[in-house]
């Protein structure tokens, strides 16, 4: 739990949540948290994670060191949770799309591994 003006919030009130920036462009979802203990025994959420390495690793770790030995951590980000201004179903940031560099995964994916796919309409 975090405790967010007053209020408490979960870690499922954040996990898989929009990433929204502050010109309105939506470019990811949380897909994990970083935490850290505080000296009074309480867990602090410090660090939002995004990337298909993290969101692998959500489903098996085995999948998680498979991407990352192919991306090497280039696609994963971390956001500080006091980027963060407003929570709720899509978590308001702070910044602009470009102080944010997601996103980048999915052109690579196409280009390194899909084109190589018999039928995927790229004619390569």
């Known amino acids: 739990m975090l405790e967010r003006n007053e209020q408490p919030l979960y870690l499922r009130d954040i996990i898989d949540s929009q990433l929204e920036t502050r ?4 470019i990811s979802r949380v897909d994990d948290v970083e935490a850290v ?9 410090t660090v939002l994670l995004t990337g298909p390495q ?3 690793g959500r ?12 991306f090497h951590d280039r696609f994963d980000h971390r956001i500080p949770l006091f980027d963060v201004e407003t929570f709720g179903p899509t978590l308001q940031l702070s910044g ?3 102080d944010y560099p997601v ?11 899909l084109r190589w796919i018999p039928g995927n309409g790229r004619g390569h």
């Not at 010109?23 to 939506?26: F, G, K, T, V, Y």
């Not at 980048?104 to 591994?113: C, E, G, Y």
Request: hydrophobic fraction near 45%; glycine fraction near 4%.
């Open 23 to 26: 010109d309105h462009i939506e």
């Open 37 to 45: 203990w505080r000296e009074d025994g309480t867990l602090v959420i």
């Open 54 to 56: 993290t969101l692998a």
């Open 96 to 98: 602009t799309a470009k």
């Open 59 to 70: 489903v098996d770790k085995p999948l998680r060191s498979l991407l990352q030995a192919l």
């Open 103 to 113: 996103g980048k995964s999915d052109p690579w994916i196409a280009d390194h591994i």
